[in-house]
């Protein structure tokens, strides 16, 4: 039978690099954050909700979610992010359940990865098979971060900051990827755990 694991990982941690090396190599990838723009697409009810909790001012001319500013209010009050979460997760968690068992159906010995940021923080790691714990030390994090995002330094290192630790993280992890070096070490150690999850998905009853 399939095999559904979690992956997570802080800021920069690389955890959806090491996804799309477990998708170059056969797994199934469902991305929460992909899933989450899809629910807050113009007409969806989650997006409604969002509007009705949030105020008008968060969907922008064209009637889309105004992200930056969602960010902006959530980063600074931990009230209004835990209502942004109730709103979003059931609903993401749903839509997740439903993807893993049309791909089960189709694939019975299937690799099914849930590529997200909050597994651990919103409970949704209960419901994996095997949790995969993507780390990096913090100065590998803040310098990546920095090249991608266009952030100064100061808000880069915030961000980092108000994520669970790494530490905490890893205390719910079945495996951890140290991704502290380079691309293709990472990509080694995704084949080799790529091997061992499979033999897992495929023996799995």
Request: net charge positive; proline share 3%.
């Amino acid at each position: 039978m399939s095999l559904l694991v979690g992956i997570t990982g802080g800021m920069g941690s690389g955890k959806t690099l090491a996804a799309s090396f477990f998708h170059e190599f056969g797994a199934h990838i469902l991305d929460a954050d992909v899933i989450c723009r899809k629910l807050v697409e113009p007409g969806q009810p989650a997006l409604k909700e969002i509007s009705e909790c949030f105020g008008k001012s968060i969907i922008d001319e064209f009637g889309n979610l105004d992200r930056k500013k969602l960010a902006q209010v959530i980063f600074y009050d931990p009230k209004k992010k835990n209502d942004l979460e109730n709103i979003l997760h059931p609903r993401v968690f749903e839509f997740e359940n439903l993807e893993y068992k049309n791909i089960s159906q189709k694939h019975p010995k299937a690799l099914v990865m849930i590529d997200a940021a909050l597994l651990i923080e919103s409970g949704n790691y209960k419901k994996m098979d095997k949790v995969i714990v993507v780390k990096a030390n913090k100065k590998t994090q803040i310098e990546r971060v920095l090249t991608q995002s266009g952030w100064g330094r100061d808000e880069v290192v915030a961000r980092i900051n108000n994520q669970m630790p790494i530490n905490e993280k890893i205390k719910y992890a079945d495996f951890v990827l140290d991704n502290s070096l380079d691309k293709a070490s990472l990509r080694k150690k995704v084949k080799d755990l790529h091997i061992k999850l499979s033999f897992f998905a495929a023996k799995n009853d």
